[in-house]
């Protein structure tokens, strides 16, 4: 396999995943539960995917590129069911300026 076709079939669909994820973070406070439901499923797409991946890999006592990859996707897409968490703990609260002043991109 070429070195293109391993980055296509193991490395960007997990990227792709924690993009689509980002790409909600411009979405107003009124949109959370949108956003938060793009997290959550985020989440399960990308632990539903590194399982499968695992199951295909041989067993190696080192992080491979895949793992990396995998680790930093699963940073980026906690970090923002982090972030819709607190939002949405504050619309709840009818706190309309803490959810407001929570949301990073304006």
């Known amino acids: 396999m070429s070195p293109a076709g391993g980055f296509m079939a193991v490395l960007l669909v997990p990227i792709l995943i924690m993009l689509t994820n980002l790409a909600t973070y411009p979405m107003r406070p009124s949109a959370i539960e949108l956003r938060f439901g793009v997290s959550s499923s985020s989440i399960v797409a990308l632990v539903l995917y590194h399982g499968n991946l ?3 890999m041989p067993v190696t006592g080192v992080l491979t590129l895949a793992d990396r990859v995998m680790i930093g996707c699963y940073v980026a897409i906690l970090a923002a069911f982090g972030t819709s968490l ?11 300026a803490r959810a407001e002043s929570t949301q990073i991109v304006r």
């Open 86 to 96: 607190i939002i949405l703990a504050a619309k709840l609260e009818n706190n309309e």
């Open 54 to 56: 695992k199951l295909q």
